[in-house]
């Protein structure tokens, strides 16, 4: 069974600066998800990594995968408020169709 | 979101009564899913579906059961409905793991 722990779980920061989420996780896996959530809304997907060495960058966001350490980063450069959001890491639960396993997210405070 | 929508959006119920949700997408795809969204827990899996008629239970199905007599339709009942099973329950679908999941807007349900 898939564990995933991300980390740090509250994060406030100022714009401008750079900062990283960590989302470890328990067993083998060669994919993982990144989304995004703002309060009150849905799951807005922001990352698929689908092999050890992925990287995938969308504006300020870059999330990199290392499959052999069990580790997935989601990198924010130069923050703006705009990104302020609770950020979820998610892997396959056992593979095939059944679903994904959700990190705890972390919530993202920018600060002007 | 496009192409899948919950519906309700809000219920209030009182403890003991049954209450269906339902997830209908005009995807055609093949995987459903639904989850729990609790602070503090992230999103737990509850039921999913790779087919129709097809179905397994997640990390948290007791209480649960769902069914899927079409493509295009997942519902979620919850028997008899208790305190614990207040929160926000997010449908997802997927074609495929390789391209990640699609969530809708998420029920908000409350028993009373």
């Known amino acids: 069974e898939l564990k995933v722990e991300q980390n740090p779980l509250f994060l406030s920061m100022q714009e401008g600066k750079n900062y990283t989420i960590y989302c470890n996780y328990s067993?083998?896996?060669?994919?993982l998800y990144w989304y995004r959530q703002d309060p009150g809304k849905s799951l807005e997907s922001l990352f698929v990594?689908?092999?050890?060495?992925a990287v995938k960058q969308e504006g300020r966001l870059m999330a990199s995968l290392d499959t052999k350490a069990r580790l997935s980063t989601l990198h924010i450069t130069a923050a703006v408020h705009d990104l302020s959001a609770t950020y979820f890491c998610?892997?396959?639960?056992?593979?095939?169709?059944?679903?994904?396993?959700f990190g705890k997210g972390t919530h993202l405070i920018i600060q002007p | 979101d496009a192409g899948i929508t919950q519906s309700p959006r809000h219920k209030v119920t009182e403890t003991g009564t049954p209450v269906t949700l339902r997830c209908h997408q005009t995807?055609?795809?093949?995987?459903m899913y639904w989850y729990r969204q609790d602070p503090g827990h992230g999103l737990r899996l509850i039921h999913y579906?790779?087919?129709?008629?097809?179905?397994d239970k997640g990390e948290v199905s007791d209480g649960y059961s769902v069914s899927r007599s079409k493509t295009e339709d997942f519902l979620l009942t919850l028997e008899s409905a208790t305190s614990s099973q207040t929160s926000v329950y997010f449908c997802?679908?997927?074609?495929?793991?390789?391209?990640?999941?699609?969530f809708g807007s998420g029920t908000r349900l409350t028993v009373v």
């Open positions: 995807e055609n795809h093949r995987y």
């Open positions: 067993t083998t896996s060669d994919r």
């Open positions: 579906s790779y087919g129709v008629k097809d179905t």
């Open positions: 998610a892997g396959p639960s056992g593979g095939g169709a059944d679903g994904l396993t």
């Open positions: 997802a679908i997927s074609g495929s793991t390789n391209y990640g999941y699609t």
């Open positions: 990594l689908l092999s050890n060495g």
